[in-house]
T-cell receptor
Framework: KAGVTQTPRYLIKTRGQQVTLSCSPISGHRSVSWYQQTPGQGLQFLFEYFSETQRNKGNFPGRFSGRQFSNSRSEMNVSTLELGDSALYLC????????????FGSGTRLTVV | TQLLEQSPQFLSIQEGENLTVYCNSSSVFSSLQWYRQEPGEGPVLLVTVVTGGEVKKLKRLTFQFGDARKDSSLHITAAQPGDTGLYLCAGGSGSQGNLIFGKGTKLSVKP
């Protein structure tokens, strides 16, 4: 059974640019959650999608957005990048909620210069 | 706002020693999970506990959920270099889909 696939693995962008990250969940999983991980703040919740609908949203500015497609694949977009957006972005999939645990992808390491 | 505090933040021990990592909150969680993360990779789920007072064992790892479901501990017996990594606890609430994560305990086990 294939795991959670995140692309790309590494990305370097310039301040002011925008970026799109992709996540393919485990087959059959309908929930996809996104987290930002930094050394100082740890894992912070961005948003969760279930069956193409955003079900929960964390406390991030509107520059962070996402969507989910009918095949459960999800994308997140960050516009007008800032230096502070440099982080490891993790995607996690589950069957319904995180109650019993997530399966995480390997993440996308975003560096903003 | 629900928060999970992990202690210690860093732990460096010799192979063969025992250790305990703690995860505490003032909030009640309906489920508590532990993950291990290695550099450059995503966290990997180790265990989920859902009942207050529950104890689960995974080889040399013992996980306990507090009676009041506000705290948890992870005990490792006879640590090995392969146990090195970042250990994260995460709390789940039945009313929300997302998990709240602690900031982690970075464990280094030296041979």
């Amino acid at each position: 059974k294939a795991g959670v696939t995140q692309t790309p693995r590494y990305l370097i962008k310039t301040r002011g640019q925008q970026v799109t990250l992709s996540c393919s969940p485990i087959s059959g999983h309908r929930s996809v959650s996104w987290y930002q991980q930094t050394p100082g703040q740890g894992l912070q919740f961005l948003f969760e999608y279930f069956s193409e609908t955003q079900r929960n949203k964390g406390n991030f500015p509107g520059r962070f957005s996402g969507r989910q497609f009918s095949n459960s694949r999800s994308e997140m977009n960050v516009s007008t990048l800032e230096l502070g957006d440099s982080a490891l972005y993790l995607c996690a999939s589950s069957t319904g909620t995180g109650y019993y645990g997530y399966t995480f992808g390997s993440g996308t390491r975003l560096t903003v210069v | 706002t629900q928060l999970l505090e992990q202690s210690p933040q860093f732990l460096s021990i010799q192979e063969g020693e025992n250790l305990t990592v703690y995860c505490n909150s003032s909030s009640v969680f309906s489920s508590l999970q532990w993950y291990r993360q290695e550099p450059g990779e995503g966290p990997v789920l180790l265990v989920t506990v859902v009942t207050g007072g529950e104890v689960k064992k995974l080889k040399r790892l013992t996980f306990q959920f507090g009676d009041a479901r506000k705290d948890s501990s992870l005990h490792i017996t006879a640590a090995q270099p392969g146990d090195t990594g970042l250990y994260l606890c995460a709390g789940g609430s039945g009313s929300q889909g997302n998990l709240i994560f602690g900031k982690g305990t970075k464990l280094s086990v030296k041979p």
